[in-house]
């Protein structure tokens, strides 16, 4: 089984930056792909960003597309998401996961592993 452990969260002006990370430990040799989620406040947890494990294809929902980057770190275990021109909309838990699926899947049910989840706040 996986462990992911999600950090580099916290408070940030609007238009800010902020970079995630998640570090994958356990048996990591069933993961695909890699997914980051976020949940605000009193919503439903929606899908953000995804990449293959193996590296290169990847997947942004609309509303960050342009803004946010996913990426597999060279120590192969840990999977970023850089977050730009932060917005108080992007506030929210941000959560990463894995999925056996080798396609980059956005529903959350394809994932079987998630993190602890680590909280973005931005202030207007």
């Known amino acids: 089984q996986v462990q992911l452990v999600e950090s580099g969260g916290g408070l940030v002006q609007a238009g800010g930056s902020l970079r995630l990370s998640c570090a994958a430990s356990g048996r990591t040799d069933p993961i695909y792909t890699m997914g980051w989620f976020r949940q605000a406040p009193g919503k439903e947890r929606k899908f953000v960003a995804a990449?293959?494990?193996?590296?290169?294809?990847?997947k942004y929902a609309d509303s960050v597309s342009g803004r946010f980057t996913i990426a597999r770190g060279s120590d192969r275990n840990t999977v970023y998401l850089q977050m730009n021109g932060l917005q108080p909309l992007d506030t929210a838990i941000y959560y990463c996961?894995?999925?056996?699926?080798?396609?980059?899947?956005?529903?959350?049910?394809?994932?079987?592993?998630w993190g602890q989840g680590t909280q973005v706040t931005v202030s207007s």
């Open positions: 996961a894995t999925s056996p699926s080798r396609v980059l899947v956005v529903a959350e049910g394809f994932y079987n592993s």
């Open positions: 990449t293959a494990w193996s590296g290169g294809p990847t």
